[in-house]
């Protein structure tokens, strides 16, 4: 078995600009997909606004991001919210990115930051509709 070509230690000061960006991407590419969400998740304590700006790139499945989506937003980085929004709500789309935050077991931080970064969206998606009577 060989070795990875990129590490997350290797790409733990990378911004998504450089020269080697885009062998990343390639790379990312070809792995299993599994693996690819491992990846990500690994890098994702280490440099998350490059694993959001791979995971746009990184051909999964709309099951596949989602269940990151809800990893991520689990996992209880709430300095990440915003970088969530704007990096995996196009991916998702509006309406099931928000599904799946106001579903997701918050920590209260992470609420607050969502809510905070989306001018209250994740209270609006968790209320109830109201019927006009």
């Known amino acids: 078995m060989t070795a990875p070509a990129f590490t997350p230690e290797y790409l733990a000061r990378h911004v998504g600009n450089g020269p080697v960006d885009k062998q990343v ?5 070809t792995l299993p997909s599994l693996e690819r969400i491992a990846f990500l998740k690994d ?9 959001l700006l791979l995971t746009q790139g990184a051909r999964l499945s709309r099951q596949e991001n989602a269940a990151l989506l809800r990893h991520w937003l689990e996992s209880g980085n709430h300095n990440a919210a915003q ?7 196009p991916v998702l789309g509006r309406r099931v990115f ?36």
């Open 43 to 51: 890098l994702w304590s280490i440099n998350t606004r490059y694993a």
């Open 98 to 133: 928000w599904r799946i935050a106001a579903q997701s077991a918050l920590t209260e931080a992470m609420g607050d930051f969502l809510n905070y970064h989306s001018q209250g969206r994740l209270d609006a998606e968790r209320s109830p509709p109201t019927v006009c009577t």
């Open 25 to 29: 991407r390639n790379w990312l590419a």
């Open 83 to 89: 970088a969530l929004i704007s990096y995996l709500e």
